[in-house]
């Protein structure tokens, strides 16, 4: 089942900008995850945060974890023409070993 | 890093027959895979849990005799789409984990399925 939201659905940039994108979810959780997905391909892992953590760097990404909001977001800085791709949350419920995936963000960063 | 291959990447077949996509766990393990549907512009949806030496769970609302899967080693699970239709075309992904259930999953990169 899909627990996650997300906003915007869709973000269009200039290169060099920031996007920034959020996710709300509805359970508690041990994480959450965000993935990329390049059109037509699957999906790749990006960054894991726990639910322990509220801030998690890994190069130009930032994810930030506020469980009670039960909210996260996204922050990708000096954006790439090569950022551009949807971006999915995926929770990890304490109570099952499933992901749930967001609706995503689709990105597009304009050269 | 752990590489999850699917096989094919794309398909096109006539209704009425089954098509048969292939999940490979490359470099590691996986007592566990995971089959998603995606439709344009849309988010996955889990289809169904592959588990190696067991029977697959499927998520409410899947037809488990019309998508068909198999785990026989730790290394590669099956998806059959019997008797296809055009509304089975679909964007099919399969995952797995090479650690525990915690850790994030790695992605094949995707099937995509024409019925015509």
């Known amino acids: 089942s899909q627990q996650g939201e997300e906003d915007p659905q869709a973000l269009s940039i200039q290169e060099g900008e920031n996007a920034t994108m959020n996710c709300s979810y509805k359970?508690?959780?041990?994480?959450l995850q965000w993935y990329r997905q390049n059109s037509g391909r699957g999906l790749v892992h990006l960054i894991l945060i726990r639910s322990n953590e509220r801030e998690k760097h890994s190069g130009r990404l930032r994810v930030t974890l506020d469980t009670s909001k039960k909210s996260s977001s996204l922050l990708i800085t000096a954006s790439r023409a090569a950022d551009t791709a949807s971006y999915f949350c995926?929770?990890?419920?304490?109570?099952?070993?499933?992901?749930?995936f967001g609706a995503g963000t689709t990105v597009t960063v304009r050269a | 890093g752990a590489v999850v291959s699917q096989h094919p990447s794309w398909v096109i077949c006539k209704s009425g027959t089954s098509v048969k996509i292939e999940c490979r766990s490359l470099?590691?393990?996986?007592?566990?895979m995971f089959w998603y549907r995606q439709f344009p512009k849309q988010s996955l949806m889990l289809m169904a849990t592959s588990n190696e030496g067991s029977k697959a769970t499927y998520e409410q609302g899947v037809e488990k005799d019309k998508f068909l899967i198999n785990h026989a080693s730790l290394t590669l699970s099956t998806l059959t789409v019997t008797s296809a239709h055009p509304e089975d075309s679909s964007f099919y992904i399969c995952?797995?984990?090479?650690?525990?259930?915690?850790?994030?999953?790695?992605f094949g990169n995707g099937t995509r399925l024409t019925v015509t």
């Open positions: 995952s797995a984990r090479p650690g525990t259930e915690s850790s994030p999953l790695h």
């Open positions: 470099d590691f393990q996986a007592t566990t």
């Open positions: 359970t508690s959780i041990n994480n």
């Open positions: 995926a929770t990890h419920p304490r109570d099952d070993y499933k992901l749930s």
